[in-house]
């Protein structure tokens, strides 16, 4: 079975860079969306960025201009570069993914384990 793994996540002061990567541990057959959601403390998860296939990326309006998602197919890599952090970026950030194991697998969503971003005021 496929599965997501992030890494990245970390302390940062305000105003300071991140970068997140999300890898698939093996090839998603037919995916065709892929995405950072994020998870405050007593929040609902929310999409932050996506990124489709032949489309342009989508973000949130509170990291749109700040954030960056970028996709390497070849690698089965996510990326999320996160410029001009705010305390209220803070929340663990999950990767996911449309697809699924094989091509005789029923469709499926992938999530990964998450990885805390905390950033400090």
């Known amino acids: 079975q496929v599965q997501l793994v992030e890494s990245g996540g970390g302390l940062v002061q305000t105003g300071g860079s991140l970068g997140l990567s999300c890898k698939a541990s093996g090839h998603i057959v037919s995916s065709d969306t892929r995405a950072w959601y994020r998870q405050a403390p007593g929040k609902q998860r929310e999409l932050v960025a996506r990124?489709?296939?032949?489309?342009?990326?989508n973000y949130s309006d509170s990291v749109e201009g700040r954030f960056t998602i970028g996709r390497d197919n070849a690698k089965q890599t996510i990326y999320l570069q996160m410029n001009s952090l705010k305390p209220e970026d803070t929340g663990v950030y999950y990767c996911?993914?449309?697809?699924?194991?094989?091509?005789?697998?029923?469709?499926?969503?992938?999530w990964g384990q998450g990885t805390q971003v905390t950033v400090s005021s």
């Open positions: 990124i489709r296939s032949g489309r342009y990326p």
């Open positions: 996911y993914a449309n697809g699924a194991d094989s091509m005789w697998s029923a469709l499926r969503t992938y």
